[in-house]
């Protein structure tokens, strides 16, 4: 299980209080402790079982294996052997990459996940668009009576063809705010990839914030153009990496500093955060009322959302969803796709 320091400390103090002579206090005390969300609720227990459940003829010894290096002939390939060879491993990589789409991101190897940055590498986000005050040239939509005025005196007052306009558009700011405590240490890399692409590919402005116990603005970093050295120069900005979650707290800051003097307004706000909360959940429910009236549109990414089984019963999840537009999931290539189509359609 991934333990932060910050969680071992819990855990001994909570043990230090009831006693490691009560195994039921102490079973207790590790699950609120040590389990960062659900998924690590089943694998706690059993953890919990195999270390204080019988220890008798522990440990075990383990039987030496021996493999016999197994030698054949190769078979000789044709021309036709070798095309169908080669449609074959075609197949197994395409199958391979569509696996990887809907792979949980937490749970990818090193390799899986370089193979992974470099499938983010090619997403293409779509900026979402509002309407401005001015108005611009188009085929339909209301007539542009000096435009054809100003034609048909070019003509010596001569009929002139009715010239059309309509609404000009200008991209909407998109404001990306990442939960870097301990729970979502598995997907914390990946979605500052994600906003790395973001940030680059989208022609509006785009602002990138870590929340955590503190609240870190990460803007000028991601615009490395290199998502690599991106990625090192946030790790070096960010002080609270893997610590615990005072999302309430967090957004109250942004809220004050930046989104209602005009960051916020009017943008596309995107948090991303299982909602395990340390702080006052009344407080969060109140900073996403807030927030949810600044912005344009409020979008939450769970990476649990899209789970078999999954429900909300997490307090911070149930407390802004009453003030959240879009309750997504974000835990797969594929979730990521669909939540830049939800952002651009905003």
Known sequence: MPVTPD????????VSIVGLDDRRATYTSGRATLCAGPDDLAR?????????????????????????????????????????????????????VEVLRHRD???LSAAEK????????????????RRTARHRAWHRGSVDAARTLRTSLRRMGEPAEIAWRRRATRPRRVVLLIDVSGSM??????????????????????ETFTVGTRLTHLTRALRLRDGERALVAAGDTVPDWSGGTRLGETLQVFLDRWGRRGMARGAVVVVFSDGWERGDVTLLAEQARQLSRVAHRLVWVNPHRGKDGYEPVQAGVRAVLPYVDDF???????????????????
Request: glycine letters at 6%.
């Open 44 to 96: 706690y227990d059993q953890v919990f079982e195999a270390y204080f459940g019988a220890r008798d003829g522990l440990p075990l010894p383990r039987a030496a294996r021996t493999t016999a290096a197994a030698v054949g002939e190769l078979p000789l390939v044709d021309a036709a052997g070798a095309a169908e060879q080669a449609d074959d491993v075609t197949r197994a990589m395409a199958s391979d």
């Open 328 to 346: 997504v999931a974000g835990h797969s290539l594929a979730t990521y796709q669909r939540l830049l189509e939800v952002i651009a359609d905003a």
């Open 114 to 129: 370089q193979r992974l940055a470099a499938m983010l590498a090619t997403l293409s986000p779509r900026a979402p668009l």
């Open 185 to 206: 240490s598995g997907y914390a890399d990946t979605l500052l990839r994600v906003a790395h692409r973001i940030s680059h590919a989208l022609p509006g402005p785009v």
């Open 7 to 14: 969680r071992s400390q819990s855990y001994l103090e909570a």
């Open 105 to 107: 991101v937490a749970r």
